[in-house]
């Protein structure tokens, strides 16, 4: 009886110590991936609807000639909240620098994704995805997705998961690098 309990607890600890050694060494998700996109070369698709908290609706077309980041986000998405302020800390860098960067509201709830949007200080506006059209477009299964497109309008990048600052940052300026 006492040996059967000693190798039960045994084997107990040896789960524990594993499992401990194997969440240790993980590496954790840093940053969004490079996605390949049937859209990477092609003109952006359409992207206009109402703005997330009210006012004039938005257009990407309108920011012809400037270099647009489009973000994919919803409430309930975890990365997202992980993106929220590299995003907003991206966008107030280059608010005077030709990027726009605007968010999309995936498949979330308007009151939820405005109480998001309140919460992590958002300094970008965001449009409302009515019944997912602009998602559709965009081929996005999944938050958070982010596309640049350069100030002709091409889609020049795709990047699936939490982007950050520094990522951002480097996609702008290969995509300045290119065009002069």
Known sequence: MKRSIMITSLVAIA???????????????????????????????????????????????NDLGHIVVVNFWASWCGPCKSEAPNLSTFAWQERNRNVDVVGVVFSDTVSAAESFAKYYGSLYPSVIDNGGEIANRYGVTAPPTTFIINARGVVVASLIGPVSTKQLEDAVAEVRASAA
């Open 15 to 61: 789960v524990v110590v594993a499992l401990s050694l194997f969440l240790a060494t993980r590496k954790p998700v840093t940053g969004a991936s490079e996605a390949n996109t049937s859209l990477l070369g092609k003109a952006a698709p359409a992207l206009s609807g109402p703005r997330l908290g009210g006012g004039a609706s938005i257009n990407i077309h």
